[in-house]
């Protein structure tokens, strides 16, 4: 949530906000059922982040540049039919450009439309904000939204299928994992990621632990 | 500064030499016997696979320590139970490579991501089974013949697969060391090919199964040792194998063509090792007495549900996961009547 802070964000930092500190997937955990269910191949979850990327874009921008004209009371609806609108084109999109990849995707293009995150950025940032900083905001969280359901994609892929784009890695002999093709899988490469982010950003700031004493926890 | 004259402490001041690692000490002693069986009966596959599984655990369990940032608890020896009960579950010539896979995930996603010992909900070992029973389905449900006569010098082929491999198709390999060996589990031959094992096939261990539960009156044996020296609660396993065998009864009553008799549904798949060794894990078990049986009875009624009527030939496992799952459940549903208390039931 962008709330006023001491000083404002510089233009980049409103951009590398969406991709790392504020990462929709591994941070905000917003947007939790597309990423789990098209996750299965990289070439699923690389369409289905710049679909999402397409609308959040072009929905931010759009809901920042009318912000001052929507009265407050129908402001939710507008920017429902603001992304829908948008939704609506990158169906018809990826329909033209691969119909495989729209079958694969299936229903998750249209369900882009209940997106938290499309619906969040626009509720909390876009009405706030001037149309630049709402489009650099909004492509931050696209890009940050793309690595991670490509990380996903990827190690569901590699684990599951022995291939990465579709390229074999390791030879007609690789022993699929059939659990990360699954939905169980999905769910454990998900925690796998979020284990290494907290890790990762606990190491990187020491604080004083906040890890309860032995013996009360959970008991 | 000389010590006090008096020494001012509370209750309890006698205690028993007794924690988690003479515990563990024993468990892994009463399951020495069983596993040492199967090697008897795999020879050097079912050694291999139980060697790497333990050290899998071991390593995981080090692992997540030094990332946790907390001392070693190698010592305790329940990493070490995990992998050796693991390897038991697990057929004698599963690849190597996943039974690693099958001990790091117990421990990793078993254990310590609950927090360590006494913090896990679910069984560490079956979690790792569970995990490589959906991770490679082929694989788990590939048997050899008990007793090869070449068990001894030689591997079985799927053994030294190499990581991320597809192990190799063996059913020619098996035929040529056991003379008639059809590659079925006795549940799946019931329940595929209506065909019944004899009782002195199974208690010679000259049955296809997972490598550590063939021999019932062994693991009986062991788990008898454990409960007289109290370090499991007698009371559940009591409870699974007798439900288990009163269900079959019911049902051989209903149907005797179909449903096969008693001690079949007790001496065939993995019955009496897991209600020995795995419902009775102290941490997810139920504590309370009513609690015990009511968890007892759930598992064993499961398992043949799953058994009977379940697409799987085998349902012990999943049967002990939900078990261990409703465990916290029926603690708080049984609390023992507190001494002057109305019971519990009959507030209203």
């Given at each position: 949530m962008s709330l006023p802070g001491p000083k404002p964000r510089s233009n980049l930092e409103e951009l590398l906000e969406g991709i790392w500190k504020q990462n929709p997937v591994f941070i905000m955990m917003l947007g939790m059922c597309p990423t789990l269910a098209v996750s299965v191949s990289a070439v699923n979850a690389l369409s289905m982040g710049l679909a999402t990327g397409f609308v959040l874009s072009g929905s931010t921008l759009l809901v920042s540049l009318i912000r001052n004209i929507v009265p407050r009371e129908v402001r939710i609806a507008t920017y429902i039919l603001i992304i829908a609108t948008f939704v609506t084109v990158v169906d018809y999109l990826?329909?033209?450009?691969?119909?495989?990849?729209?079958?694969?995707?299936?229903?998750?293009?249209?369900?882009?439309?209940?997106?938290?995150?499309?619906?969040?950025?626009?509720?909390?940032?876009?009405?706030?904000?001037?149309?630049?900083?709402a489009l650099l905001n909004a492509l931050g969280m696209s890009m940050g939204f793309t690595i991670g359901l490509l990380a996903l994609g990827a190690v569901r892929e590699i684990l599951g299928a022995g291939k990465l784009f579709g390229i074999s890695l390791f030879g007609p002999d690789f022993q699929p994992w059939v659990v990360m093709m699954l939905p169980p899988g999905g769910f454990f490469v998900l925690g796998a990621w979020l284990l290494f982010f907290n890790w990762f950003n606990r190491r990187k700031t020491p604080v004083a632990s906040d890890k309860p004493a032995q013996g009360h926890a959970h008991v | 500064m000389s010590s006090p004259l008096t020494e001012l402490r509370t209750a309890p001041h006698v205690k028993r030499n007794l924690g988690v690692e003479r515990i563990m000490s024993h468990v892994v002693l009463a399951l020495l016997p069983i596993a040492a069986f199967a090697v008897w009966q795999y020879g050097l596959s079912a050694l291999a696979l139980i060697i790497t599984v333990i050290a899998s655990c071991l390593l995981t369990e080090r692992l997540c320590n030094r990332l946790g940032g907390v001392a070693s608890t190698l010592s305790d020896g329940s990493a070490t139970i995990?992998?050796?009960?693991?390897?038991?579950?697990?057929?004698?010539?599963?690849?190597?490579?996943?039974?690693?896979?099958?001990?790091?995930?117990?421990?990793?996603?078993?254990?310590?991501?609950?927090?360590?010992?006494?913090?896990?909900?679910?069984?560490?070992?079956?979690?790792?089974?569970?995990?490589?029973?959906?991770?490679?389905?082929?694989?788990?449900?590939?048997?050899?013949?008990?007793?090869?006569?070449?068990?001894?010098?030689?591997?079985?082929?799927?053994?030294?697969?190499?990581?991320?491999?597809?192990?190799?198709?063996?059913?020619?390999?098996?035929?040529?060391?056991?003379?008639?060996?059809?590659?079925?589990?006795?549940?799946?031959?019931?329940?595929?090919?209506?065909?019944?094992?004899?009782?002195?096939?199974?208690?010679?261990g000259a049955v296809t199964a997972s490598a550590g539960e063939t021999s019932a009156i062994l693991i009986l044996l062991c788990g008898l040792y454990l409960a007289a020296r109290r370090f499991l609660d007698w009371r559940?396993?009591?409870?699974?194998?007798?439900?288990?065998?009163?269900?079959?009864?019911?049902?051989?009553?209903?149907?005797?063509?179909?449903?096969?008799?008693?001690?079949?549904?007790?001496?065939?798949?993995?019955?009496?090792?897991?209600?020995?060794?795995?419902?009775?894990d102290m941490v997810t078990s139920p504590v309370t007495p009513l609690g015990v049986w009511l968890y007892g009875v759930f598992i064993g009624v499961l398992t043949m549900m799953i058994r009977y009527f379940g697409g799987l030939t085998e349902g012990v496992m999943y049967a002990i996961l939900f078990g261990n799952a409703l465990a916290p459940l029926i603690d708080r549903l049984t609390p023992p009547r507190v001494f002057g208390h109305p019971r519990l039931w009959s507030r209203s």
């Open positions: 990826i329909q033209a450009i691969s119909l495989a990849i729209y079958e694969a995707l299936g229903a998750f293009i249209q369900l882009i439309v209940v997106n938290c995150i499309i619906l969040g950025r626009a509720e909390a940032h876009a009405a706030r904000n001037p149309p630049l900083r | 995990t992998g050796l009960l693991l390897a038991l579950t697990l057929p004698p010539a599963f690849p190597l490579w996943m039974g690693a896979v099958a001990g790091f995930m117990a421990i990793a996603l078993g254990k310590a991501l609950f927090g360590g010992l006494g913090f896990n909900v679910l069984n560490p070992a079956l979690v790792g089974r569970a995990f490589v029973q959906a991770a490679f389905p082929a694989a788990i449900t590939s048997w050899v013949p008990a007793y090869a006569p070449e068990r001894f010098s030689a591997f079985v082929p799927t053994t030294w697969t190499l990581p991320f491999m597809t192990p190799p198709d063996i059913s020619a390999w098996a035929k040529a060391a056991v003379d008639g060996f059809t590659g079925a589990t006795p549940l799946a031959r019931w329940k595929f090919e209506n065909v019944l094992t004899s009782p002195i096939d199974f208690l010679s559940i396993p009591v409870a699974v194998l007798a439900s288990a065998a009163l269900t079959a009864w019911i049902f051989q009553l209903m149907d005797p063509v179909r449903y096969p008799d008693p001690l079949f549904a007790l001496l065939s798949g993995g019955l009496v090792i897991g209600a020995m060794f795995m419902a009775t």
